[in-house]
């Protein structure tokens, strides 16, 4: 047992033990955040199911003065003697437990995450976060000894944490691969390795003289305003890792900038960052604090710009409407390169605030109740206002003012890390070497290269490599669906199994709606991309997801040109349709992908602004899911520019297996004179929606 513990010791790193529970924490939460957003989906209000935000709270657990409720309940049962015996029992012993325990319950939580549903996942992730929330305190107050080191091993962890997230989703088209299917053990593999790791910490030498010193509480604690507004800081760093960089397709779909770029410039700066840390040390050293209050300046300026200047404002006219998506210049891109240049300053940032809460040596009460507010309500309360402008119709009075504020998300951290550096003082800038061993230097640039190469293979690999015949082609088979959110008729993920369903369709061009969850709601899920690389097809997402629409997208086994969005009148949420150009042989189609909705007028005047966008044209695909039947006034002004495909091969209205699609709001109209071959909804449990597929002449 004695090896045992002497080899532990030996492999024991903080730095990887924090790498690995930065990024369990930042799955969790985001598997939290999903799986309550797809409940609320299915009611189209917020359920029960909402509860699982409490979980966030834990940090109360903290600020409780367990001591003193311990002395006040027992002191008529004990006498002085083993009150004292017994205070300093605990004093020596609890919070290393503690520690121990939470992070173990963290580790295992995570690990069952990904295996379970429903409520399963709604109770596991928010285990592993609550967990996190205790425990990451916790540790703040007991690192009383070489703040500076501590401070620099927990912002390399981040670092690599976020590298970590990057690579995993990168090698599966955006879901974290070390959370899919078999490639679980990738998990299970980190687990382990935490797990070690959190043994190592309890056998290391300077926490026990930590634990011993952690209880005594004296007047030199600083006030709770200056340890609340560093924690705040901390975790707006949370916010914005979380929010931006966890998933790098996130920054590709707000500004339809290039995927594999966008995803190697952010983890390259980051790697570069490390490197320039480990080897260059004394570039840091030269860090001024009006420098690092300017580099956090205008980083958090780029940052919200980057979302900003690819917003469009929308009017409350619908005379206005349709609304065109404008190509944007060149220069709507100075913010992007802006942002990821200067994005090494988080972990910067987060080396010099965890230094002063560590130097400071805040109690257990001063920390929990920070973390309450900071760590706690004000996580609650960014992600309502990330998620607001997504459905500001539903949620009336509060979420209408929220409409074209998605901006707001990013600039309320980025404003609010800028304040809490003013606290960092000068002699704060201190950075130092890491590691003095040369070797241990050299495995953190290995493990980098690695994540590196790993990520550019996975761009390159995922990306999807069109090339169909079209000779002899004699036919052409349409398909639109309504995937709600990647999600089933039980609110669980389901991407496979509706590509499943897609693949055995085999469509040549497919329509997309409600594809847009590449925001928290949906779990920072690129789920268009998914399916474009799984199914091998090229893709146009349609609107951008700043505009926060539902999405519309346009998959085709063949090119893709002249794509383009337009969005309608709107009084519940922003509707916006993609419309392209599909060339097969020498013959071009027109394809549009709608999803209108609202109140009936409402929907009537979105359908007849889509029209103008149709009317004149040939060869015209015009799909969705319209919310309207066949008995509707939005029906009969469509019907009267182009054909319903169903009843151009059903012209009675029932198939040869007597299906009746009178209640189907999924259509798909074509121009006069389209021949169409076959016409089928497949009615499953995979989507609240069926598919509807054709097949037509050409």
């Not at 109360?60 to 008529?76: G, T």
């Not at 995450?113 to 305190?137: E, M, N, Y």
């Not at 990330?386 to 509060?398: D, T």
């Amino acid at each position: 047992m004695s090896k045992l513990k002497d080899l532990v010791q030996k492999f024991y790193s903080e730095l990887i033990l924090f790498a690995i529970l930065f990024l369990f924490f930042f799955q969790t939460l985001s598997d939290l955040v999903e799986t309550i957003y797809g409940f609320a989906l299915l009611n189209l209000e917020p359920d029960e199911n909402i509860a699982g935000l409490a979980f966030l709270l834990t940090p109360l657990l903290i600020a409780i003065p367990w001591k003193r409720i311990f002395f006040f309940v027992f002191k008529r049962s004990m006498n002085t003697e083993q009150l004292k015996k017994y205070g300093s029992k605990t004093s020596e012993t609890t919070f290393d437990t503690i520690l121990i325990s939470l992070g173990g319950l963290m580790i295992l939580s995570r690990l069952l995450d990904p295996l379970l549903k429903r409520q399963g996942i709604l109770i596991t992730s928010g285990l592993a976060v609550g967990c996190f929330l205790v425990f990451f305190p916790i540790y703040l107050t007991r690192r009383k000894n070489d703040e500076k080191k501590t401070s620099m091993t927990l912002g390399y962890s981040l670092a690599i944490a976020v590298a970590f997230s990057i690579v995993f989703r990168t090698l599966n088209s955006s879901i974290d691969i070390s959370m899919y299917g078999w490639y679980q053990v990738i998990g299970w593999v980190l687990g382990l390795i935490a797990g070690v790791m959190l043994f190592g910490m309890k056998l290391h030498g300077d926490t026990q003289k930590a634990i011993k010193e952690e209880l005594v509480e004296t007047a030199k604690n600083a006030s709770f305003g200056k340890i609340l507004a560093l924690t705040f800081g901390l975790v707006s760093i949370f916010i914005i890792i979380w929010f931006t960089f966890l998933s790098p397709t996130v920054v590709s779909r707000w500004t339809d900038g290039n995927y594999i770029g966008i995803t190697l410039g952010i983890l390259g700066v980051l790697c570069v960052f490390v490197i320039i840390h480990l080897f260059k040390i004394d570039l840091l050293r030269k860090l001024k604090t009006w420098m690092l209050w300017v580099w956090n300046g205008v980083f958090s300026i780029s940052l919200f710009l980057t979302v900003l200047v690819h917003q469009l404002p929308f009017p409350n006219e619908s005379a206005l409407y349709p609304i065109l998506d404008p190509q944007p210049a060149w220069f709507y891109q100075i913010p992007l390169v802006i942002m990821i240049l200067l994005s090494p300053i988080i972990y910067v940032d987060f080396m010099l605030l965890t230094r002063e809460i560590v130097k400071i040596k805040p109690s257990k009460i001063t920390i929990g109740g920070s973390f309450i507010i900071s760590g706690s309500l004000y996580i609650i309360v960014m992600i309502f206002v990330q998620i607001l402008p997504n459905i500001w119709g539903y949620l009336e009075p509060i979420s209408t003012g929220f409409r074209d504020m998605y901006w707001l998300a990013f600039f309320i951290p980025g404003l609010i890390l800028t304040l809490s550096v003013l606290l960092v003082k000068q002699k704060s800038l201190n950075f130092e070497k890491l590691y003095k061993d040369k070797r241990r230097n050299l495995s953190v640039i290995l493990l980098l290269s690695t994540i590196f190469l790993g990520t550019l293979a996975g761009t390159l690999i995922t990306k999807p490599y069109p090339n169909y015949p079209t000779a002899g082609k004699t036919s052409l088979t349409i398909m639109t669906y309504n995937i709600q959110q990647g999600r089933n008729v039980s609110g669980d993920r389901n991407y496979d199994a509706q590509i499943e369903l897609i693949r055995q369709v085999d469509p040549d061009i497919l329509g997309l709606q409600e594809c847009d969850p590449t925001r928290i709601s949906g779990g920072n899920l690129d789920v268009v991309r998914y399916f474009a690389d799984k199914l091998n097809m090229y893709s146009y997402y349609g609107p951008n997801t700043v505009t926060n629409t539902y999405g519309c997208a346009i998959l085709s086994k063949f090119p893709i040109s002249n794509p383009l969005s337009f969005f309608m009148f709107s009084d519940e949420e922003q509707i916006g349709s993609a419309q392209a150009e599909v060339t097969l042989d020498s013959t071009v189609y027109n394809v549009f992908v709608n999803h209108p909705s609202g109140a009936n007028y409402t929907k009537f005047l979105q359908v007849e602004e889509m029209l103008t966008r149709v009317n004149g044209l040939n060869n015209v695909i015009f799909m969705g899911d319209f919310n309207f039947r066949k008995d509707s006034a939005q029906y009969s002004i469509t019907t009267d520019l182009l054909n319903d495909s169903w009843l151009l091969k059903w012209p009675t209205g029932l198939d040869d297996n007597l299906y009746n699609s009178t209640d189907n709001i999924d259509h798909i109209f074509v121009s006069p004179g389209t021949v169409v071959l076959d016409a089928r909804y497949i009615i499953s449990d995979q989507s609240d929606h069926p598919a509807y597929w054709i097949s037509i002449s050409i």
